[in-house]
């Protein structure tokens, strides 16, 4: 499943993605309301979950504005130590549920699977399809489809793949990517990233002239990011 997530807080945002992630769902993280509304005018999201201040707005005014774009859209509101008033007024707004904050990951991830569950959303995982940015996830097959052409990557590639893709123009430290991907062993080398991560940026032609870098942050990861039109123009000139 495809989930938003609004939390200005970007440590919290950053542990909420990692549980979303381990989950099996892809997440898309805002620091606030208004670039969420945007990108669902163009984006489906299967569900949003939203810090009860989106960064600009409350959460009760920000659910019948996401609902207006993506009707029925689910919706789980976080709050940190909630008030009983806090709770009653964003499940009067539309909320379907509330989570203290910091979040509890067993709790979350089972609170997020039975609403999903509830809204008569739930894919099996051989049938689960993200699309993101252009690139469409199979991860029945590991396959990705871009560009009407599909690649098949190896589990770790896949995985790698689409935790820099859920997290675009943001800095994926290696210490996530390889909780992520390795399952936090230690015996994995930095190399290794190194080259999983190579392989991924020819496999997946993540090249300026194609719209996609994907640059190493020295002594940190890894970072994709899209390119301007206008950019990936000047790098297919000058070769």
């Not at 999903?116 to 489809?145: C, E, K, S």
Request: glycine letters at 6%; one cysteine or more.
């Amino acid at each position: 499943m495809r989930i938003a997530l609004i939390e200005p807080d970007l440590r919290h945002a950053e542990l909420v993605g990692r549980l979303i992630f381990a989950g099996g769902h892809a997440c898309e993280h805002f620091t606030a309301s208004a670039p969420f509304l945007q990108h669902a005018a163009d984006e489906l999201f299967d569900l949003l979950i939203t810090e009860n201040w989106a960064g600009d707005l409350p959460a009760e005014d920000v659910i019948p504005r996401a609902r207006s774009i993506l009707p029925n859209l689910p919706v789980i509101v976080l709050m940190p130590a909630p008030r009983e008033s806090q709770i009653v007024a964003a499940l009067h707004a539309g909320a379907d549920d509330c989570l203290t904050k910091p979040v509890r990951g067993p709790e979350m991830l089972a609170r997020v699977d039975a609403l999903l569950r509830r809204a008569g959303l739930r894919r099996p995982q051989n049938r689960r399809r993200d699309v993101i940015g252009g690139y469409a996830f199979d991860a029945a097959h590991f396959a990705v489809t871009f560009r009407n052409r599909t690649v098949i990557l190896t589990p770790k590639e896949y995985r790698l793949a689409l935790l820099l893709f859920t997290n675009l123009s943001r800095p994926v430290s290696r210490a996530h990517i390889l909780e992520t991907v390795w399952a936090r062993r230690r015996d994995v080398r930095s190399r290794t990233v190194d080259t999983h991560a190579s392989r991924v940026r020819t496999k997946l032609q993540l090249r300026p002239e194609h719209g996609y870098s994907l640059a190493p942050l020295y002594g940190y990861g890894y970072q994709l990011d899209a390119v301007p039109a206008d950019a990936a123009i000047a790098a297919i000139a000058t070769g």
